[in-house]
């Protein structure tokens, strides 16, 4: 097996480095002190094994394990004993490890890693790319319909009753709620990043702290909608 340590303390991650040194079927290929490089090398690498820890500044575990659309095998690794319900909400994480961590509560993680290899399920993906799906879409301004390409739309925005659809050219302001127009528009292009946002995700120009910019318009992203947007991009 082959498996990475994400932590932002140096010192942490050299004990689990050694730990895993002690394992004869184990070998680690790379550590990261935070979870933003680790998910760059993931775009281009395949693990077994993530040791993780929860606490680190900007981007914490959790949000990290939510980026991973098929994620290899999970142990957190904290001083914070507060989360051990929260971690096993997710199918990947196999384990919680407390710090300080001895040698023999990690030899036990490292059987339950094993043992949940190789009991590990078939994952059915959904290939967005290949379903039949129409390069435009309808919408009704003053019983009138207008054809707009999906391409054009660059985001769209709840604005109580309305939501405000911004292309190009123009901004249409529809009755209408965005969860229903959501419904209508193809995954592989849009991707809801806050409560009230929708965004073209071919439309992005940059990416700063909690927004992005869609040509001149900057777009929130809520903490919870964080995890999608970072898993769909492409890190270099």
């Keep these: 097996m082959n498996c ?47 040791f993780l820890d ?30 051990a319900i929260e971690a096993y909400e997710y199918e990947s994480i196999v384990d919680y490890l407390v710090k300080p961590i001895t040698k023999e509560r ?18 059915l993906t959904q290939d967005y790319d290949n379903q039949n799906i129409g390069e435009d879409l309808y919408i009704n301004i003053d019983r009138r319909l207008i054809k707009l390409k999906f391409n054009d739309i660059q985001l769209i925005e709840a604005k109580g009753d309305y939501i405000e659809v911004k292309t190009v050219k123009e901004t249409y302001r529809v009755h209408n709620t965005l969860k229903k ?41 809520s903490r919870s909608n964080r995890p999608e947007l970072m898993r769909r991009l492409n890190l270099l």
């Design 4 to 50: 990475i340590i994400i932590d932002d303390e140096e010192a942490a991650r050299l004990i689990v480095s050694q730990l895993c040194s002690k394992v004869n079927d184990l070998d680690v290929i790379q550590d990261f002190g935070n979870a933003i490089d680790a998910i760059k090398f993931l775009n281009q690498n395949t693990v077994d094994v993530i």
């Design 54 to 83: 929860i606490h680190m500044p900007n981007f914490n575990g959790f949000d990290f394990v939510q980026t991973l659309k098929n994620s290899p095998k999970i142990v957190l690794t904290t001083s914070d004993t507060n989360f």
């Design 106 to 123: 990690f030899e036990k993680s490292i059987q339950k890693v094993k043992n949940s290899i190789t009991q590990q399920p078939k994952i």
């Design 181 to 221: 127009i959501k419904e209508k528009l193809p995954e592989k292009l849009f991707l809801q990043i806050h409560r009230s946002y929708i965004i073209n995700f071919t439309k992005i120009i940059d990416i700063e702290d909690n927004s992005v910019l869609i040509e001149r318009n900057v777009v929130p992203i």
